[in-house]
């Protein structure tokens, strides 16, 4: 997420890739593969907010329809959340 913005465009190969690890991630968390150790909360948010403000800012640019896009974000920003709530319940113990 540190790298150049446009790389995390949704036309980009990051901007595919990355909610696509995302859910790898989420499916490893959920079925609590031994060795899986999930970044902290507060960064995957961090992650969250780099990524769709970079989303937020070239989507249109692609024309999608309004349902697609408001699906799309829905997706996006519910797959970030659940990688934290799992990072958060792992810090809990």
């Known amino acids: 997420m ?3 913005p446009v790389e995390l465009e949704p036309d980009e190969y990051w901007g595919v890739a990355v909610p696509c690890n995302l ?13 899986v150790t999930l970044p902290a ?4 948010r961090g992650w969250q907010e780099t990524f769709m403000a970079v989303w937020e800012r070239s989507i ?8 697609y ?3 799309r974000r829905a ?19």
């Open 2 to 4: 540190g790298g150049d």
């Open 75 to 93: 997706v996006l920003n519910g797959t970030f959340e659940r990688l934290a709530a799992l990072a958060e319940e792992a810090a809990a113990g």
């Open 60 to 67: 249109d640019g692609l024309g999608p329809k309004p349902a």
């Open 69 to 71: 896009k408001a699906e």
């Open 23 to 35: 859910e790898l991630l989420v499916m490893l968390g959920e079925r609590g593969w031994v060795g």
């Open 41 to 44: 909360a507060g960064v995957i």
